[in-house]
């Protein structure tokens, strides 16, 4: 008789993110990360953190929450990336061997050069993402339509968002083929596998969390792809609320922009929903990420598992119903 009617499977809100060797926990005990340094051994450390929307109520209300957790992610992520970058050796730059400029910038910036270089890949990857995301598609749709004779423009919204998941997904498939990438999302293929093992209520082993899925719907993955669904339904509605404004370029992306923030709201509206109930409409809208992350997550070796595994004990309790969704 299988054991698995003893085991109490419940849902948590500990999430996590994917770092360089390294993986970021948060839990009931707060954030912690846990890096396999060089030299093999694992550094878990706990980190403090403030959230702005613990100190405001109004930011703490459903939907704004939502705007105001994402831009608090980014920057933690950012911060944490940091962190996992020189805690698990890969600032030590004595080793690697530079051309003349990048000589010239660690003689300029010194310890400020890891720091320097990501702020400046951060920016350029926010350029990056509004070409990609929002003026390639309307460009791709303008030149459909004028193929079409103007016979598209009405759904111009509903186009224009299938363009943009065309892209997303063809970008992680064709970013994931790197190799740093690719064992960035076998670290996040064990924070999912660890978080799936304690919920299932097992022992955190190495082998059961092999066992368990490398699959979640509370995701990063799954909420953008919400957020994608969000804003083909919006940019829809709003094409045919306003379709002088949808053939003017500028405008157009203007006024998509300004609906981001409820596309967000909502979108971390509905991972919260999902991370409590596992009903049909769960499943249906949680189904394109939850594939998605085929791409996005890795078959981890045990060695990422044992990272993953250690990062969890440090921001769960002794009690698993503590840190269950209330």
Avoid at 11 to 25: D, F, P, R, W
Avoid at 156 to 181: C, H, N, P, W
Wanted: glycine share 8%; proline share 3%.
């Amino acid at each position: 008789m299988s054991d698995k009617s003893d085991k109490k499977i419940h849902k948590t809100s500990v999430g996590g993110q994917a770092l360089i060797e390294g993986i970021m926990m948060q839990g009931p005990k707060g954030i912690a990360t846990a890096v396999r340094k060089t030299d093999g051994e694992i550094l878990v450390e706990h980190h403090d953190v403030k959230r702005i929307r613990d100190k405001n109520k109004f930011l703490a209300l459903p939907i704004i929450r939502g705007v105001v957790g994402f831009f608090e992610s980014m920057m933690l992520g950012y911060k944490m990336l940091m962190y996992s970058a020189e805690a698990s050796g890969m600032e030590d730059l004595e080793d690697v061997e530079m051309n003349k400029f990048e000589k010239w910038l660690t003689e300029k910036l010194g310890d400020k050069f890891m720091n320097t270089i990501m702020f400046i890949a951060t920016i350029i990857g926010f350029a990056l993402a509004f070409v990609i995301f929002f003026y390639l598609p309307v460009l791709a749709f303008n030149k459909l339509n004028e193929w079409c004779g103007g016979s598209l423009t009405a759904w111009q919204g509903t186009i224009e968002g299938v363009i943009k998941i065309i892209i997303f997904v063809v970008y992680i498939a064709l970013v994931s083929r790197m190799k740093d990438i690719n064992r960035t999302f076998r670290y996040h293929g064990a924070e999912h596998k660890s978080i799936a093992c304690y919920e299932a209520g097992m022992e955190l082993t190495v082998e059961n969390v092999k066992k368990c899925s490398r699959f979640h719907p509370r995701c990063g993955t799954s909420f953008i792809f919400v957020m994608l669904i969000l804003s083909i339904v919006i940019s829809t509605v709003l094409s045919k609320i306003f379709p002088g404004i949808a053939q003017i370029r500028v405008l157009w992306m203007l006024l998509k922009l300004a609906f981001i923030p409820l596309v967000m709201g909502v979108g971390y509206e509905f991972i919260k929903y999902a991370g409590r109930h596992d009903n049909l409409f769960v499943k249906i809208v949680s189904a394109p990420g939850l594939w998605m992350q085929r791409l996005t997550t890795r078959e981890p070796d045990d060695d990422i598992i044992e990272v993953g595994i250690e990062a969890l004990k440090a921001v769960i309790t002794d009690n698993p119903e503590d840190d269950e969704i209330k």
